[in-house]
């Protein structure tokens, strides 16, 4: 990384996800169309990196196949110049086979890759939700209630060895502390290498809350296994979204916001667009006093292939 580039926050912004229903938002982009759109404003928003989910346009239902991917991506990468970043998680509904498929296709700069297994939780949000659009919605919902997001270490691993030399780096998703360690088990046999794209998730129902106790516990515990080895980046789910960057920017973190992380603009007011989610962490940032990373400047500081 180049000393300029120190300092320099890099926005993330994942653009639809795989958790969030239809009946959720009327902004949550569905359609190949509408991902693309959003993804396209959201880069010239500001967010260098797009991380990216596929739907099925008729009903909103996760799609994880390269032929979903292919419908958008082609028209992302020639609008904009971000790094395409494709999910391995998928759905957690999905076999890590079916996940790895467009990541091992399409062959992006950045993959996301789940450091561990959680509870996912989301069936506290079935009664918020009276009424269901399509008919997947509710009983996937009520689902999470049994659902465990499976990322077993020989999951990590074929995803790791799948990907390995395709030049794709990975984001890192880490919902607890825990799987900052399963991250360094990795370092030390040698099978991921640095600079680590550390992305700490918090509170989402099954891993760390969204405590400003948390975030500082993460950070802390990143820094003492990866010293700088790694580039910090924090999510936060839902209603957290915009106060976990904060505290991040202030703490040097990177930013990654976007309709799959969160639905809301602020307390009880949807967001109307993944851009204006990208627009309010620039705000953040630049209130701060920092630089808002241009694609090329992420690239450099997670030195990836371009
Ligand atoms: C909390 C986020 N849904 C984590 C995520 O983005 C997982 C993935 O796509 O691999
Ligand atoms: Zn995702």
Redesign the pocket.
Known sequence: MTKDNKGKVIITC?VT?A?HTPTMSPYLPITPDEIAKEAIAAAEAGAAIL?L?ARNPENGKPDQTPEAFARFLPRIKQATKAAINI???GSPYMKVEERVKPAAQFKPEVA?L?MGSINFGLYHLVDKYKTFKFDWEKPHLEATRDLVFRNSFKDIEFILETCYDNGTRFEF?CYDIAHLYNLAHFLDRGLVKPPLFVQS?FG?LGGIGSHPEDVAHMKRTADRLFGDSFRWSV?G?GAAQLRIAAQAAALGGNIRVGL??SLWAGKGKLAKSNAEQVALARKIIEGLGMQVATPDEARDILALKG
Do not use: M, P
């Open positions: 994942a996800g958790i991380h989910h999910t391995t998680g996301s789940n998703e998730v989402l999510l789910a799959e992380d």
